[in-house]
């Protein structure tokens, strides 16, 4: 079964500055799916990036950047100029193409933004 | 998000009594997921279906049973709630592939 890996349960950046997230995975598949969500105090969950494994491409929406590894099986989040309302926990999942459209979710990293 | 609610927000119930949550969508998508979110546990998916009458038990499944009778509308029961069934419920619908997945904004269940 795959799995997804998260070791840091919290972290704290000051506001205006850069935080790298971590995540690494296991798979022995060759493509599939990876995706950063984060859930704010509100509860919901909120895409904010994605990636197709066989794109070498690091995906970049806005602040955020991921650095895709594929070798290494890590797939870290960069969150730049952080603002306050970066803070939020944020999870890492995993989906293989070929699989039944589960995703697989890390146990979240807690970000919190400091002014 | 619009295209998917779930109902109720928030429950308390009793040991041993049946609860069901539901969950329904306006975007006609095909899959449909129940996860439920704990600390130190992220989400863990309790069932899925991809399509009408076609359902399929996830990692924590125990407890739990579904029913997809209409493709808008996915049902969650817990048959006899017990208190390691309380949790935090989501519902999810997906296109598939790169789409990810849009989620409903949650059920907080506390069973006493």
């Known amino acids: 079964a795959q799995t997804v890996t998260q070791s840091q349960p919290e972290m704290s950046v000051q506001e205006a500055e850069t935080v790298t997230l971590s995540c690494t995975y296991d798979t022995s598949e060759s493509d599939y799916y990876l995706f950063w969500y984060k859930q704010p105090p509100s509860r919901q969950m909120i895409l904010v990036i994605r990636q197709e494994a066989y794109k070498q491409q690091n995906a970049t929406e806005n602040r955020f950047s991921v650095n895709f590894q594929k070798a290494a099986k890590s797939f870290s989040l960069k969150i730049s100029d952080s603002q306050l309302g970066d803070a939020a926990m944020y999870f890492c999942a995993y989906r293989r193409k070929s699989s039944g459209d589960k995703l697989t979710f890390g146990t979240g990293t807690r970000l919190a933004v400091r002014p | 998000d619009a295209g998917i609610t779930q109902s109720p927000r928030h429950k308390v119930t009793e040991t041993g009594t049946p609860v069901t949550l539901r969950c329904h969508q306006t975007?006609?998508?095909?899959?449909m997921y129940w996860y439920r979110q704990d600390p130190g546990h992220g989400l863990r998916l309790i069932h899925y279906s991809y399509g009408v009458k076609d359902t399929d038990k996830g990692e924590v499944s125990d407890g739990y049973s579904v029913s997809r009778s209409k493709t808008e509308d996915f049902l969650l029961t817990l048959e006899s709630a017990t208190s390691s069934q309380t949790s935090v419920y989501f519902c999810?619908?997906?296109?598939?592939?790169?789409?990810?997945?849009?989620f409903g904004s949650g059920t907080r269940l506390t069973v006493v």
């Open positions: 975007e006609n998508h095909r899959y």
């Open positions: 999810a619908i997906s296109e598939g592939g790169l789409y990810g997945y849009t």
